[in-house]
Nanobody, 115 residues
Framework: QVQLVESGGGLVQPGGSLRLSCSASGNFASRLYVMGWYRQAPGKQRELVAKITSAGSANYADSVKGRFTISRDNAKRTVYLQMNSLKPEDTAVYYC????????WGQGTQVTVSS
């Protein structure tokens, strides 16, 4: 089993920044997993924000390109999401995901962008 714990969410004004972290524990070998961040706004489906392979290859949703950066530290078994120039439409619960043979999810962290 793999456990994922997110942190770093909160309330921020439009144009501000936040950095989310997700730490993995349990039977987790970093080199095997693609790590990702997803988000779900009220009344909407969960959507991919960004994902990154163990080698560091990343891709992003069009809505966050140029504003968000995903990174990972395999030794620390942690993935990050640096979010800059935040907009109200970025408000959502952000979930960490780890994919290999099975998929695992964190409990989510709330990000609210509001003045």
């Amino acid at each position: 089993q793999v456990q994922l714990v997110e942190s770093g969410g909160g309330l921020v004004q439009p144009g501000g920044s936040l950095r989310l972290s997700c730490s993995a524990s349990g039977n987790f070998a970093s080199r095997l997993y693609v790590m990702g961040w997803y988000r779900q706004a009220p009344g909407k489906q969960r959507e991919l924000v960004a994902k990154i392979t163990s080698a560091g290859s990343a891709n992003y949703a069009d809505s966050v390109k140029g504003r968000f950066t995903i990174s990972r530290d395999n030794a620390k078994r942690t993935v990050y999401l640096q979010m800059n120039s935040l907009k109200p439409e970025d408000t959502a619960v952000y979930y960490c995901n780890a994919e290999w043979i099975n998929g695992y999810w964190g409990q989510g962290t709330q990000v609210t962008v509001s003045s």
